[in-house]
C-alpha cells in the first residue's frame, strides 16, 4: 500500500543525501520526494510517497526516527489529509485546438503560463487522479512536455503539534500510535 | 587570545578525557600532528589506517570509552571505511578523524581529496565535515555524545586543512541542543507493555532469554541479567556479540546459539514458549530461517533502539530502553511464587547437555584447532580478553572459551571483518594493561593486518597471537566441502610465510607448535613473555566448526561430524 509520509529535517547539507541513502541501503521504495522550508528556517518539510506492506512502512519510519537530522515523522495516510501536486505541462497549440486547450484548463482550474505561436503552458494544481486526467486529455492533442513537482501533503485540521522534538527530548508520543504492534 | 583549529581540536580532545589516540599522519593533518607534538595525548602511530581504527575500535569495547583514531585525506580516509563499517555494526563508539583539502579546493578532485563525507553516509552513526574554526568545539561536543549515546556507534570528522589553521577567539563551550529521540510509546503504553511482559513470563513453561551485544554496552546490565535469570530460573543463551553477558560456567548457562551455537542453546530456541531478546538484532546468523525462528515461543523484545523491534521478527510485547534498567524492571516486577514451575524445562535442557555437549576428535600426532582455544582458556583461568578474526577461528573461539564477564569477548560480528582482531588486540591491551590479550586468529586472516606487528613492538604492547594455521581460508573451505562438492576453489593459502621469521623480523617472539603435546608448554611460553609473540599451531587442515546450521535451514536442524 501507499503511503504518504511528512518528514521534518534539520536544514542542513546533507541531509537529503541521509535520507535517499537511507531508502537505497535498505531498498525501500521512494514513489515521489518533494522538501522544502517550514515556517523555521532551520527545518525542511520533506513529504515522501512510499509504497510497501505494513511491515515495511513501520520500518521505513523507524528507521527515518533513527536519523539524527530527522525531528518528526508523520504518516499522513493514517489520517486525514490533503495531497495536491503540481505540474506544468507545455501542450501543441495550432490555433485549431487553442480553444480546446483552453476550455480543459479552465475546467482543471489551471492557468497559461506562457504562449507562443506554437506551444501553450498551463500550471494546474491537484491530487494525483486530476493531473492523471488532465494528462490523459492533453495526449490527443500533443504533450511535448512535462514538469509534475512530486506530492506535498498535510493533515486536515488542527495544525501540526509544533515540532516538539525539536531540542529536547522526543517526538510527540501521539505520534506513535501507528507504531504498536498487534 | 586567538586559537588555532589545530589547538582547539588537542584542547577539545583532552576535555573529553582522551589520552590515547590510534593514527596515521599526512599532509593535510601537518597541523594537528604539529599540535600533538607537545599534547599529553598518547598517539599510537599504526602502520595502516585499517589498524589504527580497528584498534580503536577495541579500546572502545574493552574500554567502555570511545575510541579515537586519526587519518589523512583521501587514501587516508578511504583506509578507515572498512573499520568504520565494521564499528557501526556492531555499535562501537568510535570517533574518527580524517584530515581534509583546504576548504577552498574542495570539489576540485584536488591531490589527495576524497568526499569522504560522502562516503561514509552509511557507515556511521553520523558524520560531519567541518568548514568553520568557530564550528569545531561544537562538532566535536556533539560528536563524542553521539558516539556513546542511545544506540553507540562510529562518528566521523573530517577536518579541511584551513580549519587547522584558522585562528579564531576562544569559543565559548557548546550547549548541546540535540535531539534526543525517545521511545516511540506513551507512558500508558509502556505500562501496558511491561504489565504484558510480566504476565508472559509468570505464564511461562518453557522459557529462554537470548541476550546480546546490547547487555554488554549497558553498563552494569550483566548483573541485572543474572538476577532476573537466578530469580525466574530462566536460563539464558547468548549472541557472539553478548558472549559475556551471562557467565558461561553458569549452571543457566546455555552458551550461544545460532549457526554454530550449541545444540542445547538451538534446541532450547526451537522449543521455547517464551523468548526474551535483551539487546540482541535477531540476526541471520542467530536466527536461521526467521519464519522457523522459535515458532512455538510468544517473544518479548528489549532493546535500545525501536527501529530494531518488528525488523525481522514481529514480537508480541516490547519496551525501549538501557539494557540494565529493563532488566532490572523486569526481576523487580516478577514474583518467584507467582511462576509456573520451570523444573520439567530445565530437567530437559540438563539432558539435553548430556546427550549433545560440543566435541571434537582427538587424532594422535594431530593438532586440534578447539584443544589450542581449550588450552588458552585453561592457561588463562577463563579471565583474559579474547580478540578473534573471522571464520572457523572465531567460532572456535566462540564455542571453546567461555566468558563470565563483559567486554572480554571482542569480536567482529555484524561485518565479519578479518583482518580485525589483531589490530583490536592491540587496542585492547592499552585500554586494560593488565589484562592478558590473545588473538584468536587464522593464517588468512592474520595476513590482513599483519604490518601491526611493528606497532605492537615498537609500543611494547604485550599481545598474544594463537594463529590457528590449517594452511586454508577454512571457513569458506568448510562451505566448498559441505555445499561445493569439496572443490577448493581459491581457498588453499599457498606461500603462507614462515610467521616465526615474520615474527622474529619485526622483534616479536615466535613459535611454531606441531604436536598437540607442545600446545599447553607454548602458550605458557608466550603468557610469561613481556612482549608480543606469535604463537603458529599448525592445526588439523581439514577440520570444521560443527554443529553447523546450513545456511537458510532452521536452527534446530544442524548438521555433525560423520562419525569414521
Not at chain 2, 583521501?74 to 555499535?91: E, K, Q
Not at chain 2, 554454530?260 to 542453546?265: D, I, L, V
Request: charged content about 25%; hydrophobic content about 40%.
Amino acid at each position: 500500500m501507499r503511503h504518504t509520509i511528512s518528514v521534518f529535517v534539520e536544514n542542513k547539507f546533507g541531509v537529503l543525501a541521509r535520507i535517499a541513502g537511507l531508502f537505497s541501503a535498505r531498498g525501500f521504495n521512494i514513489d515521489s520526494l518533494s522538501v522544502g522550508e517550514t515556517t523555521d528556517p532551520t527545518v525542511s518539510r520533506m513529504t515522501i510517497l512510499t509504497s510497501g506492506d505494513d511491515q515495511i512502512i513501520e520500518q521505513v519510519i523507524k528507521q527515518l526516527r533513527r536519523l539524527v537530522d530527522v525531528i518528526k515523522v508523520i504518516d499522513l495516510t493514517q489520517s486525514d489529509y490533503v495531497e495536491r501536486e503540481m505540474v506544468l505541462i507545455k501542450v501543441d497549440a495550432p490555433s485549431a485546438h487553442r480553444a480546446e486547450i483552453l476550455r480543459i484548463c479552465d475546467i482543471f482550474r489551471g492557468k497559461i503560463v506562457d504562449v507562443n505561436p506554437k506551444t501553450m503552458t498551463m500550471e494546474v494544481t491537484g491530487d494525483e487522479g486530476k493531473i492523471n486526467a488532465l494528462i490523459d486529455l492533453l495526449k490527443p492533442i500533443g504533450i511535448k512536455e512535462i514538469a509534475r513537482t512530486g506530492k506535498v501533503a498535510m493533515a486536515r485540521g488542527k495544525q501540526d503539534k509544533n515540532l516538539a522534538g525539536k531540542g529536547q527530548g522526543g517526538m510527540p508520543l501521539e505520534e506513535v500510535v501507528s507504531e504498536e504492534k498487534t | 587570545m586567538k586559537k588555532t583549529g589545530a589547538k582547539i581540536f588537542v584542547e577539545t580532545l583532552l576535555e573529553h578525557g582522551v589520552n590515547t589516540i590510534f593514527g596515521y599522519p599526512g599532509g593535510v593533518l601537518l597541523p594537528i600532528y604539529d599540535e600533538l607534538y607537545h599534547a599529553p595525548i598518547r598517539h599510537i602511530l599504526t602502520r595502516h589506517e585499517q589498524g589504527a581504527i580497528h584498534a580503536a575500535d577495541g579500546y572502545a569495547r574493552v574500554s567502555g570509552k570511545v575510541g579515537v583514531c586519526m587519518a589523512t585525506s583521501g587514501p587516508g580516509a578511504t583506509n578507515l571505511v572498512t573499520g568504520l563499517a565494521t564499528a557501526f555494526m556492531d555499535s562501537v563508539p568510535v570517533v574518527a578523524f580524517t584530515g581534509q583539502v583546504s576548504t577552498h579546493l574542495l570539489g576540485n578532485d584536488s591531490f589527495q581529496e576524497a568526499d569522504i563525507y560522502g562516503i561514509s553516509i552509511p557507515i556511521t552513526k553520523y558524520n560531519y565535515l567541518v568548514k568553520d574554526t568557530a564550528r569545531l568545539k561544537e562538532v566535536m561536543y556533539e560528536a563524542f555524545y553521539l558516539a556513546t549515546s542511545g544506540r553507540p556507534g562510529p562518528v566521523l570528522i573530517d577536518l579541511p586543512k584551513d580549519v587547522q589553521t584558522t585562528q579564531i577567539d576562544e569559543p565559548k563551550l557548546p550547549e548541546l541542543t540535540l535531539p534526543l529521540k525517545g521511545p516511540h510509546y506513551t507512558p500508558e503504553e509502556r505500562k501496558r507493555q511491561l504489565e504484558l511482559i510480566l504476565s508472559l513470563i509468570s505464564k511461562a513453561e518453557r522459557p529462554v532469554i537470548y541476550a546480546g551485544g546490547g547487555v554488554i554496552k549497558s553498563e552494569g546490565a550483566e548483573k541485572a541479567l543474572r538476577h532476573l535469570a537466578e530469580k525466574a530460573k530462566i536460563p539464558v543463551t547468548t549472541t557472539l556479540m553478548g558472549k559475556g553477558a551471562f557467565p558461561e560456567t553458569h549452571p543457566l548457562s546455555l552458551g550461544m546459539l545460532g549457526m554454530h551455537g550449541t545444540r542445547y542453546a538451538n534446541y532450547a530456541v526451537a522449543k521455547c514458549d517464551l523468548l526474551i531478546a535483551v539487546g540482541a538484532r535477531f540476526d541471520d546468523r542467530v536466527t536461521g530461517e526467521p519464519s522457523t525462528f522459535a515458532r512455538e515461543a510468544k517473544i518479548v523484545h528489549l532493546d535500545i533502539d525501536p527501529a530494531e523491534v518488528g525488523k525481522i521478527i514481529q514480537v508480541d510485547a516490547y519496551l525501549i530502553g538501557q539494557a540494565k534498567d529493563l532488566l532490572q524492571e523486569l526481576a523487580e516486577g516478577i514474583e518467584p511464587q507467582g511462576l509456573a514451575s520451570h523444573e520439567e524445562w530445565l530437567l530437559q535442557i540438563d539432558q539435553w547437555k548430556r546427550d549433545f555437549p560440543l566435541s571434537y576428535p582427538k587424532k594422535e600426532g594431530v593438532i586440534s584447532p578447539q584443544y589450542v582455544v581449550e588450552q588458552i582458556y585453561e592457561k588463562t583461568q577463563g579471565e583474559a580478553i579474547i580478540t578473534t578474526e573471522v571464520g572457523q577461528n572465531q567460532m572456535w573461539a566462540a564455542q571453546y572459551y567461555k566468558c563470565s564477564r563483559p567486554r572480554s569477548f571482542i569480536s567482529s560480528g555484524g561485518l565479519g571483518t578479518m583482518g580485525y582482531g589483531f589490530p583490536a588486540a592491540i587496542g585492547a591491551k592499552i585500554a586494560c594493561p593488565d589484562r592478558i590479550v590473545f588473538d584468536i586468529a587464522g593464517d588468512g586472516s592474520f595476513q590482513m593486518n599483519i604490518q601491526e606487528l611493528a606497532t605492537a613492538v615498537y609500543n611494547k604492547v604485550n599481545v598474544k597471537v594463537a594463529i590457528l594455521n590449517n594452511g586454508f581460508l577454512g571457513m569458506v573451505r568448510q562451505w566448498q566441502e559441505l555445499f561445493y562438492g569439496r572443490r577448493y576453489s581459491q581457498t588453499r593459502l599457498s606461500g603462507n610465510p614462515d610467521f616465526v621469521k615474520i615474527a622474529e623480523g619485526y622483534g616479536a617472539l615466535g613459535l611454531r607448535v606441531e604436536t598437540p603435546e607442545e600446545v599447553p608448554l607454548a602458550i605458557e611460553r608466550a603468557i610469561a613473555e613481556d612482549r608480543p609473540v606469535v604463537i603458529d599451531f599448525h592445526v588439523d587442515p581439514e577440520e570444521n566448526v560443527y554443529p553447523m546450521v546450513p545456511p537458510g535451514g532452521a536452527i534446530n536442524d544442524m548438521l555433525d561430524r560423520k562419525e569414521k
